[in-house]
């Protein structure tokens, strides 16, 4: 089962470290002495994906055979979607003599790139590694990091608004300027919404207290919102959906746990599955006689089916928008 340790937690942990040396009070995971293998997680922020991506990779240790607090053990510690936690984090992970970390989502990758190249890092929730600057190339990464990449299908998403809103002529694809992830899929959007024969109307924030108002400015002037995997937008999902709905807009968002918490409609990637697929990355790593020069050949992996198209009831009725049947055929709906 998953500790969630606060950030207060974290640095009585660090206090701890610097006291106590190495004592069994470190870890979330049960302290038996005899683990085989110290795994570090630095999870961003405490967002459904995030979650998912965390639950599928401690699954995917159990399915294959491993056992919590004998086989492995985990330090779980959350930087609660804030990057000034990641530098603390990281120093805590490094310092604990952790056999591999576990680095989810962009910020805390990016963070711990910059504190070691002696521990094979594993990512989950990244979105381009090239485009972020984590690894050399998507083939051959070339250091000490690597893993699965939650490009969306971004295409396909904008499709879906399409789909669901044929009179559509305007979408504003709505992210958080400093994500360099959002970035990049800003782009892939606005080439599928011109394709389409729709004008793209650029939206974006610097913080999260901008994104009603941003949303609210919105109003009368699109037919839709697209938002992408973005970790700020992602974790204020509730109040963006909430001022979405008074607007009457719908908003088309890059995965199902951005639907679950508001977001009108996804054709999105299962981020448990992506935390499985990491796992078995993570056990090929850990197992190696060369764990550092097998995860600098080990290429970047992605997701390339089963995803998820889903709809959010409460939006819907929101926004009275109604759905072709087409869509709910093959629609998830929360």
Do not use: R
Not at 129 to 150: E, K
């Amino acid at each position: 089962m998953k500790k969630l340790i606060t950030i207060i937690l974290a640095l009585a942990m660090i206090l701890s470290l610097a006291a106590c040396g190495d004592q069994n009070g470190q870890s979330s995971a049960p302290q038996t002495g005899s683990a085989t293998y110290k795994i570090g997680v630095m999870q961003f922020g405490e967002f459904t994906a995030l979650i998912n991506v965390y639950d599928g990779f401690v699954q995917g240790l159990k399915d294959a055979g491993m056992v919590e607090g004998t086989d492995f053990e985990i330090i779980y510690l959350s930087a609660a979607a804030d990057t000034a936690n990641c530098p603390t984090i990281a120093d805590t992970l490094i310092n604990n003599g952790c056999d591999l970390i576990y680095a989810i989502a962009t910020p805390s990758v990016s963070c711990i790139k910059e504190k070691t190249s002696d521990i094979p890092v594993l990512f989950s929730a990244v979105t381009d590694p090239v485009a972020s600057g984590l690894v050399a190339s998507n083939d051959a990464p070339g250091a000490n990091i690597s893993g699965t990449s939650d490009m969306n299908p971004v295409a396909e998403q904008v499709d879906l608004i399409k789909e669901m809103i044929p009179s559509a002529q305007k979408v504003a694809v709505f992210y958080c300027s400093s994500e360099s992830n959002s970035a990049v899929q800003y782009e892939l959007a606005k080439a599928q919404i011109e394709k389409l024969g729709m004008t793209c109307v650029q939206k974006t924030i610097s913080a999260v207290d901008e994104a009603k108002s941003a949303v609210e400015s919105l109003k009368g002037q699109v037919d839709a919102i697209y938002i992408p995997t973005d970790n700020t937008l992602a974790d204020s999902m509730t109040l963006v959906a909430a001022a979405a709905n008074e607007c009457g807009l719908p908003v088309v968002v890059g995965e199902p746990g951005m639907c679950q918490a508001g977001g009108t409609a996804t054709y999105g990637i299962d981020y448990y599955k992506l935390g499985q697929q990491t796992a078995k990355m993570a056990i090929e790593v850990l197992k190696s006689a060369d764990p550092l020069a097998t995860i600098a050949k080990m290429p970047i992996q992605y997701q390339t089916e089963d995803c998820i198209t889903a709809l959010n009831q409460a939006s819907l009725d929101a926004i009275g928008l109604e759905v072709p049947q087409s869509v709910l055929d093959k629609a998830v709906i929360y």
